[in-house]
């Protein structure tokens, strides 16, 4: 067997960590930035909210449960989160070269070979993120030993990355008397999953598709990576929806575009909500539920309407985790009800949004 080839994390402001390449043999580049979870790097790296990223895994051990097969029914994948690799590359801490698990197929190695993605270890993570939590969010690039690494790094932030994620045509999913409109902006396949067990019919459509011409019962807004001020076809089309009161659920970016169609103002939090542990609270409520969580943006408490107001609130920071109409039938969540993997506390939402149909 051949030694790693070396291979160095370049950061924005001007740091440097030296490492170890895996996977596939090339530089990268992206917004660096960490997710606390102890397990799911299957689903981590297939989530599409992490387009344009390079992600870095905090709990030291990865790899060595293997990757699971790639089988999908009925379009939707068993196992994973999307149809393929989203980030741009994987910061690690400790590759176990072994790996074992009733599942497994392949090794996380083989895995990022087979997709086309870099990955390093023997990297420092825990320094890494202390860097992340104090700097923030940081642009960077992983650069493989003999590599020329005199390169830019565009700020993914600037692009529309619910573009490079979103379904290109209308799919249908699932039957029943009850008709859902899902928004894709980067839709996690347990989320399908959820909606279509609930027994609906379910119409996913691209981010900047004008559904208002479709007979539906009511509408899903779902997650996605990037900017929300993006996206304002999506906006414009939710805030035509509004005016027929049909119900509406947001999930994620899905709470971000919810609220914006609702005149509320998002902006970019300092280094994002990334883990399987986040608490929130209910408004108006002592309930705390925890959470899982995959965005770089919040919506700001203070803009929203007279109409509108919080449901859930993060009890690290205080930022908005989801909103409410007063008297209409809209609600979202800024948090991962689906939560692939866990936790699953607050799957009820799902329940609560098919009552409303």
Known sequence: MQPNKKATLFLENGL????????????????VVFSTAMVGYPESLTDPSYSGQILCVTYPLVGNYGVPTEHFSNGISSYFESEKIHVRALIISDYSFNYSHWNAVRSLDTWLKEQKIPGIFGIDTRELTKILREKGAMLGKIVPEGCNGDFSVPDPNLEN??????????IKYGSGEKKVVLVDCGVKHNILRCLIKRGVELI????????????YDGLFISNGPGN???????????????NNDKPIFGICM???????????????????????NQPVRMVGSDKCFITSQNHGFAVDNNTLGAD???????M???TNEGIRHKTKPFFS????????SGPTDTEFLFDEFIKLL
């Not at 440097?16 to 917004?31: D, K, N, R």
């Not at 990355?161 to 209308?170: F, H, I, R």
Request: proline share 5%; net charge negative; with cysteine.
């Open 254 to 276: 899905g709470n971000q575009l919810l609220s914006r169609a609702g005149g509320a103002k998002t902006f970019k939090l300092k280094y994002g909500h990334r883990s399987h």
């Open 161 to 170: 990355q619910v573009d490079v994620v979103s379904c290109k045509e209308v």
């Open 228 to 242: 929300p001020e993006l996206c304002g076809e999506a906006v414009e089309n939710i805030r035509k929806a509004m």
């Open 16 to 31: 440097e960590f030296q490492g170890f390449l895996f996977g596939y043999e090339q530089p990268a580049h992206g917004e």
């Open 333 to 340: 969540a800024q948090f991962h009800p689906e939560a692939s």
């Open 308 to 314: 509108w107001e919080p449901l859930f609130i993060n």
């Open 204 to 215: 996913r459509v691209p981010w900047n598709y004008d559904f208002n011409n479709l007979e």
């Open 316 to 318: 690290n920071d205080g």
